[in-house]
Nanobody
Framework: QVQLVESGGGLVQAGGSLRLSCAASGRTFSNNVAAWFRRAPGKTREFVARITWSIGITVYADSVKGRFTISRDNAKNTVYLQMNSLKPEDTAVYYC????????????????WGQGTQVTVSS
């Protein structure tokens, strides 16, 4: 079993930045794929970014490419999402998830999920 706990959400003005964290316990992220998804009000959950832990390959949704950066800290068993140049349309609950390789952008393929953290971007 893997437990994931997200933190770092909050309220920020458009153009601002936030860094989300997702700490894993019970089992490490090693050899796994870690991803961020989000669900905006009235919309389905969508893929944001993922990282293949062992080799560090990252993939981003087109909507966040160039603004968001996913990274990992092996020692802390934590994955991060640095979000810059935030827009009101980035407002959503952000979820951390993990699965065994290979990487995927489909939420149904992920085995473990965090509880989510709210990000609100005001205009």
């Amino acid at each position: 079993q893997v437990q994931l706990v997200e933190s770092g959400g909050g309220l920020v003005q458009a153009g601002g930045s936030l860094r989300l964290s997702c700490a894993a316990s019970g089992r490490t992220f090693s050899n796994n794929v870690a991803a961020w998804f989000r669900r905006a009000p009235g919309k389905t959950r969508e893929f944001v970014a993922r990282i293949t832990w062992s080799i560090g390959i990252t993939v981003y949704a087109d909507s966040v490419k160039g603004r968001f950066t996913i990274s990992r800290d092996n020692a802390k068993n934590t994955v991060y999402l640095q979000m810059n140049s935030l827009k009101p349309e980035d407002t959503a609950v952000y979820y951390c998830a993990t699965k065994r390789p290979p990487g995927s952008s489909y939420e149904d393929e992920y085995d473990y999920w965090g509880q989510g953290t709210q990000v609100t971007v005001s205009s």
